[in-house]
């Protein structure tokens, strides 16, 4: 048996390569399909907006289809290793590699490696194109596909609150006391959190204080009354850092970015238990596709002639499923507080890889 943890040179770069074209060949299939059918539904949304045509919905794929390789990367890493040590298994390949005295983690070394280069890579990928695909495409949705204002600090869905009233908001650019919101709703509330009046404003701007309102429409609930105002000052007590920590998205933020944001909102003395769990999953999450050879391993060991093959297969693509469900889970556990979020991000990839390696050694070891 030997010694070294990857078989020889040749093996390691044929073994590599078919588990590199596999990965491609399926997550392109992937994307494909599932960005027709998203492109299915949201077309009519984006047509509807009167100029949008050929070129916004090119547009609408370029910003979705990142986000899309991203989310399925895994799972095309899942079902490539089923296929690629399947097609071994039944081409009496493992059994050649295993006769030569290579051990079951021989075998599956060079998928480990490939897989953690592509997590590598997966996690470049999320922060500097990903990230910014997310940005940009919920605030192009925010404007119901309309023109972004050129702001590269545009945001969008803001719920903002000031003692009892509330504030909404679709998009928000600039920055201090430059800040300009648009399609702001506002709704004033009395000692019992009932709505008592409606303001509905195309836009507004920071007054410092308060925001100023550009031509709201104003509706009392008491006299069912509505009335078109110039301008009207309200929420004084929403100031340009409070906007700043009202609305953070993980997933529209970098790893480094989501840092200073998390820092700032503790400092503020905010909950950021979500965030934390977002910002370790941003390393656990790409990292998953280096387990999902380990967890797909239980299609290649065993008799393929022993009619056995599919069986194996399914239970690692289960295996591979149930982590992901795990995985989910975990998260919204700690988004709701009931797990710390190094452990929202981390249990669901250790217990797996435990379970990973213990089907491993008890079967094949």
């Known amino acids: 048996m030997q010694l070294e943890f990857f078989p020889s040179r040749t093996l390691t770069f044929y073994l590599a390569r078919l588990f590199i074209t596999r990965i491609l060949a399926v997550l392109l299939m992937l994307v494909m399909v599932l960005q027709v059918l998203d492109l299915l539904g949201e077309s009519g949304d984006i047509l509807a907006y009167s100029g949008n045509g050929q070129m916004q919905l090119l547009y609408y794929v370029s910003l979705r289809a990142p986000q899309l390789v991203a989310r399925f990367l895994p799972y095309s890493v899942l079902l490539a290793t089923i296929i690629t040590l399947a097609t071994l298994n039944q081409n009496s390949e493992v059994i050649s590699m295993k006769a030569a005295g290579l051990s079951a983690h021989q075998v599956l070394a060079p998928l480990m490696l490939t897989a953690f280069v592509i997590s590598c890579i997966s996690f470049a990928f999320n ?4 990230t910014r695909a997310s940005a940009a495409l919920d605030a192009w949705h925010a404007v119901d596909y309309g023109p972004i ?3 590269s600090g545009v945001r969008s869905n803001l719920y903002l609150s000031d003692g009892r009233d509330l504030m909404m908001a679709k998009t928000l650019t600039g920055t201090g006391n430059d800040m300009v919101m648009t399609g702001v709703t506002f709704y004033r509330r009395d000692a019992n959190d009932m709505i008592v009046e409606q303001l509905r404003s195309p836009r507004a701007i920071y007054a410092n204080p308060g925001w100023k309102l550009e031509k709201p429409l104003r509706f ?3 006299g069912t009354t509505t009335t078109q105002l110039t301008s009207a000052t309200v ?3 929403i100031t340009p850092s409070k906007v700043t920590l009202a609305k953070v998205d993980a997933d529209s933020e970098n790893i ?3 840092a200073r944001s998390i820092k700032a ?3 503020a003395g905010q909950r950021t238990s979500a965030l934390d769990a977002a910002w ?3 390393i656990s999450g790409p990292l998953s596709s280096t387990l999902m050879p380990l967890l797909g391993a239980v299609a290649a060991f065993g008799l393929a002639r022993s009619g056995q093959l599919l069986i194996r297969a399914v239970i690692g693509m289960a295996l591979g499923f149930a982590y992901f469900v795990f995985d989910n889970a975990a998260l919204a556990m700690g988004n709701f507080g009931g797990y710390p979020p190094l452990v929202a991000a ?3 990839f250790v217990l797996f890889a435990l379970i990973g390696e213990t089907v491993l050694v008890r079967t094949e070891e």
């Open 235 to 237: 929420a004084p007590g």
């Open 280 to 282: 370790w999953h941003k």
């Open 149 to 151: 204002p050129e702001d």
């Open 127 to 130: 922060e500097r194109v990903v």
């Open 265 to 267: 909102m503790k400092v």
């Open 346 to 348: 981390w249990a669901p």
């Open 220 to 222: 009392e609930v008491d």
């Open 256 to 258: 480094f970015t989501l």
